[in-house]
């Protein structure tokens, strides 16, 4: 019953800047900790961020580190991935997943639902 749907991807150039969202349904965004993860084509997917359930923890993968920043607004059950200074090799599907432990995590088998994915590409 729990539903995650991501929106915001598209074609855009370098050094641009995408906001992806995470709109989750079924359950209130409050009780999962939130996280993101991308996969480009051939790749294994990789951890991008996490938040926890309450906001105030905060973790990037240090490919991202000043330059993505991940939020939430539990009122509005939707959880955010702003992207700036976007480079090629950011190109990937992007995917958000929620943790019903509440903590943040950047292990994928600590994640229990996952949305279906937004196509970002990044040309030179």
């Known amino acids: 019953q729990v539903q995650l749907v991501e929106s915001g991807g598209g074609l855009v150039q370098a050094g641009d800047s995408l906001r992806l969202s995470c709109e989750v349904s079924?359950?209130?965004?409050?009780?999962?900790?939130m996280g993101w993860f991308r996969q480009a084509p051939g790749k294994e997917r990789q951890f991008v961020a996490s938040i926890s359930r309450s906001g105030d923890g905060i973790v990037y993968a240090d490919s991202v580190k000043g330059r993505f920043t991940i939020s939430r607004d539990n009122a509005k059950n939707t959880a955010y991935l702003q992207m700036n200074t976007l480079k090629p090799e950011d190109t990937a599907v992007y995917y958000c997943a929620a943790a019903s432990t509440g903590w943040l995590t950047r292990v994928i088998r600590e994640y229990d639902y996952w949305g279906q994915g937004t196509r970002v590409t990044v040309s030179s």
């Open positions: 079924g359950q209130t965004l409050r009780m999962y900790g």
